[in-house]
């Protein structure tokens, strides 16, 4: 007599139900990052994918319970379901622990008093002494800069490391003269696709240049410390320009001194 072994359908469904979530998860990201669609319509989706990735992984275990006691088919699908989920579920797992360990900065600024505008925002919310005493505690090296150099040669640097980043420029007045101030405005999308904004300010003076940046959260949306972490990264490439065009610079001959 031949013994029929059936399938297990909750291994069979599970697996249909983790094979739609992980597209689900991964094509809004890159639609996201092109801005076909709107931050508001890819926290939906992602919201519904990962459930369903969640549902995969629990429709998986109890495919597992009912296999190891009836002894039907099934294991592999099973298994697939209980992979697609983890992959769709692992990045909103590490995200949600950067989330709770790195505190949300959405906007932060070199100069607190007078923070270079940004063309996106009006306006800017009120930071408290204690946000800006955090701030300052979390991102110690996201100080204005002051440089021995004349303003238009200085945001001709910033220029090129903005354009080297692949930052998206959006406004650029550049200084005309050593005292005149000009500023550079850029989006920068992130991983997931959201934007996020940076203003710098370049003010020249008879001293040589005062270098001011911000960057800027454009929703809601956690930044995990991205932004504090873009202007310490961009003010330390900078210092290293600056310091190889000193290094660089001829220095004045003994004629030069006399006169």
């Not at 790195?102 to 002494?129: E, I, K």
């Not at 040669?153 to 959006?170: C, K, L, P, Q, Y």
């Amino acid at each position: 007599m031949r013994i029929l072994i059936r399938t297990s359908k909750w291994a069979v469904w599970a697996r249909r139900v983790g094979a739609l979530a992980l597209p689900m998860a991964a094509l809004p990201v890159l639609l996201h990052r092109g801005h076909v669609i709107t931050s508001d319509n890819f926290l939906v989706i992602e919201t519904i994918a990962l459930s369903l990735a969640a549902l995969a992984m629990i429709m998986a275990v109890i495919a597992f319970v009912r296999l190891w006691f009836t002894g039907d088919q099934g294991w592999w699908k099973a298994s697939l379901a209980f992979i697609f989920g983890a992959f769709c579920l692992a990045p909103a797992a590490y995200f949600a622990y950067e989330a709770v360990h790195r505190p949300t900065t959405p906007d932060v600024t070199t100069d607190f008093a007078s923070p270079p505008l940004l063309a996106s925002l009006t306006g800017s919310d009120t930071v408290t002494p204690q946000q800006r005493a955090a701030i300052e505690a979390q991102f110690p090296n996201a100080r204005s800069r002051n440089y021995p150099i004349a303003a238009p040669e200085m945001f001709d640097t910033i220029a090129d490391i903005v354009d080297n980043r692949g930052w998206d420029v959006r406004t650029s007045r550049r200084p005309t003269t050593q005292l005149d101030t000009g500023q550079l405005d850029a989006i920068v999308t992130t991983l997931l696709g959201f934007r996020q904004e940076v203003a710098i300010r370049v003010a020249g003076s008879a001293d040589g240049t005062t270098i001011s940046m911000r960057s800027a959260s454009l929703t809601s949306f956690p930044d995990f410390g991205e932004n504090g972490q873009r202007i310490e990264a961009f003010l330390l490439d900078l210092d290293n320009q600056v310091t190889l065009m000193l290094r660089n610079a001829t220095p004045a001959g003994p004629a030069d001194a006399d006169n």
